[in-house]
């Protein structure tokens, strides 16, 4: 079960590759995307025991990326559907069968328990984004596709160093040669200190690049503000968790050893500063869709934060994961009904959204609200969880600048949105013939019915499941 549902999303892939008609190929996506789902929840409920050797296992951690991963995806193959279907004039044959690999990608990074496999799996998504940012074939697209290609193929090159000298380290301390992620646990304290240090840094350096860490952010607005709206949704909220999970595995390591505090630190000042140049640059932007690129720098900034604190913000953390990643599905998705409704990203054509589409301005300006840690949405309990665990900790400094930072992001954020959804329709926009449509507005709809529940509740198995990964880092609620 634990290959079937990597191999899967792959035999989806070939079907779309060999439908020859662009209207039946969308429905593969949500087909596959759905089996891909209950197969989820079938390894959730009983969870084979690890591959012979030890490579693939679905543990706490993999647990969580997996389900919000299947999740997320679900909701962009059933938009999809409505998306293409608008876009008739653009070829989907590549678009189909590339989410499907990344589907296939992203779930090995879950499984991944050796982490040269988790590095494949984290480079194949890196390759299968590509022609997905590239789907619009314009100028613009494909300076964003070489710029995300570029960084995030040397970040993700550093990384591999960085697991080279991991393997290193265990040779000149004659421990067992291995990458396998319990060994390295079990052995971190005898690994050699210097390349162990060494390489501690190339993998923060490496998976930051792909989780788009200040300043190793730089591949995010244009990646962003290009790629369709689903595609986004699946960086700024799949690809993130994907790089986010290879940080986490390198943290149990270095917790294990006796550097886990400094990890801790240096995390904790890239978070800061991550959500210092996302208050910076997100005021005054008039592409809604860039904006939302510098919304993901603050979120993973929130996550490094979380991971520097250590303790009780680490159940934060994880929280926050889930959440980021469901709050940027409906914003995404609901920005690209509003961009194609105008033809517009910029804030000086496109006004009054709740008129011209109201359930996606409606959804824009709920999503908007939920991301910026308002009750009573996900991201304001996460939020709570991590900066009250700073204050708990004494660490004043840290969450005084943490609180700072989410009221600059909100007045930043603010001046875009609420023009945006609230203002006056230009008299002289361009007609357009998009309109809400049930495919393009349930998806988004149906994930921000999953975060106002997070918001209020949260679910007796996701709770012992958030308690369990927490523990595998050091921390608990």
Same mark, same amino acid.
């Given at each position: 079960?634990?290959?079937?549902?990597?191999?899967?999303?792959?035999?989806?892939?070939?079907?779309?590759?060999?439908?020859?008609?662009? &209207?039946?190929? *969308?429905?593969?996506?949500?087909?596959?995307?759905?089996?891909?789902?209950?197969?989820?929840?079938?390894?959730?409920?009983?969870?084979?025991?690890?591959?012979?050797?030890?490579?693939? #296992?679905?543990?706490?951690?993999?647990?969580?990326?997996?389900?919000?991963?299947?999740?997320?995806?679900?909701?962009?193959?059933?938009?999809?559907?409505?998306?293409?279907?608008? &876009? @008739?004039? @653009?070829?989907?044959?590549?678009?189909?069968?590339?989410?499907?690999?990344?589907?296939?990608?992203?779930?090995? /990074?879950?499984?991944?328990?050796?982490?040269?496999?988790?590095?494949?799996?984290?480079?194949?998504?890196?390759?299968? $984004?590509?022609?997905?940012?590239?789907?619009?074939?314009?100028?613009?697209?494909?300076?964003?596709?070489?710029?995300?290609?570029?960084?995030?193929?040397?970040?993700?090159?550093?990384?591999?160093? =960085?697991?080279?000298?991991?393997?290193?380290?265990?040779?000149?301390?004659?421990?067992?040669?291995?990458?396998?992620?319990?060994?390295?646990?079990?052995?971190?304290?005898?690994?050699?200190?210097?390349? @162990?240090?060494?390489?501690?840094?190339?993998?923060?350096?490496? #998976?930051?690049?792909?989780? %788009?860490?200040?300043?190793?952010?730089?591949?995010?607005?244009?990646?962003?503000?290009?790629?369709?709206?689903?595609?986004?949704? !699946?960086?700024?909220?799949?690809?993130?968790?994907?790089?986010?999970?290879?940080?986490? @595995?390198?943290?149990?390591?270095?917790?294990?050893?006796?550097?886990?505090?400094?990890?801790?630190?240096?995390?904790?000042?890239?978070?800061?500063?991550? $959500?210092?140049?996302?208050?910076?640059? $997100?005021? &005054?932007?008039?592409?809604?869709?860039?904006?939302?690129?510098?919304?993901?720098?603050?979120?993973?900034?929130?996550?490094?934060?979380? !991971?520097?604190?250590?303790?009780?913000?680490?159940?934060?953390?994880?929280?926050?994961?889930?959440?980021?990643?469901?709050?940027? %599905? /409906?914003?995404? !998705?609901?920005?690209?009904?509003?961009?194609?409704?105008?033809?517009?990203?910029? *804030?000086?054509?496109?006004?009054?959204?709740? &008129?011209?589409?109201?359930?996606?301005?409606?959804?824009? +300006?709920?999503?908007?609200?939920?991301?910026? =840690?308002?009750?009573?949405?996900?991201?304001?309990?996460?939020?709570?969880?991590?900066?009250?665990?700073?204050?708990?900790?004494?660490?004043?400094?840290?969450?005084?600048?943490?609180?700072?930072?989410?009221?600059?992001?909100?007045?930043?954020?603010?001046?875009?949105?609420?023009?945006? /959804?609230?203002?006056?329709?230009?008299?002289?926009?361009?007609?357009?013939?998009?309109?809400? *449509?049930?495919?393009?507005?349930?998806?988004?709809?149906? +994930?921000?019915?999953?975060?106002?529940?997070? %918001?209020?509740?949260?679910?007796?198995?996701?709770?012992?499941?958030?308690?369990?990964?927490?523990?595998?880092?050091?921390?608990?609620?």
């Amino acid at each position: 079960m634990m290959w079937a549902i990597v191999l899967l999303p792959l035999l989806g892939a070939l079907v779309a590759w060999l439908i020859p008609d662009d &209207r039946r190929r *969308t429905f593969v996506l949500p087909l596959f995307a759905f089996l891909h789902l209950a197969l989820t929840l079938a390894l959730l409920l009983d969870t084979p025991p690890p591959s012979p050797g030890g490579w693939i #296992f679905l543990d706490p951690l993999g647990k969580l990326a997996l389900i919000c991963n299947s999740v997320l995806f679900a909701a962009c193959a059933a938009y999809a559907v409505g998306y293409l279907n608008y &876009r @008739r004039n @653009r070829p989907n044959r590549i678009l189909c069968s590339a989410l499907l690999v990344c589907l296939s990608a992203m779930t090995l /990074v879950a499984v991944s328990q050796h982490l040269g496999l988790l590095w494949i799996a984290l480079e194949a998504t890196t390759i299968t $984004m590509a022609p997905l940012i590239y789907f619009n074939h314009n100028a613009r697209s494909i300076e964003a596709t070489w710029k995300y290609l570029l960084i995030c193929s040397v970040g993700i090159a550093i990384a591999l160093l =960085g697991l080279f000298f991991l393997a290193y380290s265990t040779i000149v301390a004659k421990q067992e040669v291995s990458l396998l992620l319990g060994s390295l646990i079990g052995d971190a304290a005898r690994l050699h200190p210097g390349w @162990r240090h060494a390489a501690f840094i190339f993998l923060l350096v490496g #998976f930051g690049s792909k989780m %788009g860490l200040a300043p190793l952010h730089t591949w995010k607005p244009d990646a962003y503000g290009e790629a369709p709206g689903l595609v986004g949704a !699946l960086l700024a909220g799949g690809l993130v968790n994907c790089a986010l999970l290879g940080l986490l @595995r390198v943290y149990q390591i270095a917790a294990a050893s006796t550097e886990g505090a400094l990890f801790q630190e240096v995390l904790l000042g890239m978070g800061l500063v991550s $959500m210092a140049f996302a208050a910076v640059f $997100m005021a &005054r932007q008039s592409d809604f869709k860039r904006m939302l690129a510098y919304s993901s720098v603050e979120h993973v900034g929130i996550l490094a934060v979380a !991971l520097g604190l250590g303790k009780g913000a680490l159940y934060g953390a994880l929280l926050h994961m889930i959440n980021n990643a469901l709050t940027k %599905g /409906v914003l995404f !998705l609901s920005s690209g009904n509003i961009h194609r409704a105008y033809n517009s990203k910029s *804030t000086n054509f496109v006004r009054g959204a709740l &008129r011209r589409t109201p359930w996606s301005g409606a959804l824009f +300006l709920a999503a908007f609200f939920a991301i910026t =840690g308002s009750p009573p949405f996900g991201p304001f309990v996460s939020e709570f969880l991590i900066v009250s665990s700073a204050f708990v900790q004494g660490n004043y400094w840290s969450g005084g600048l943490f609180l700072l930072f989410l009221a600059l992001i909100f007045i930043g954020m603010a001046s875009t949105v609420l023009p945006v /959804v609230m203002g006056k329709i230009p008299g002289d926009i361009e007609k357009t013939h998009y309109r809400d *449509t049930a495919h393009t507005v349930l998806p988004p709809l149906v +994930l921000m019915g999953v975060i106002l529940m997070l %918001g209020v509740w949260i679910p007796g198995p996701l709770q012992a499941l958030l308690r369990e990964a927490a523990g595998q880092l050091g921390g608990g609620e």
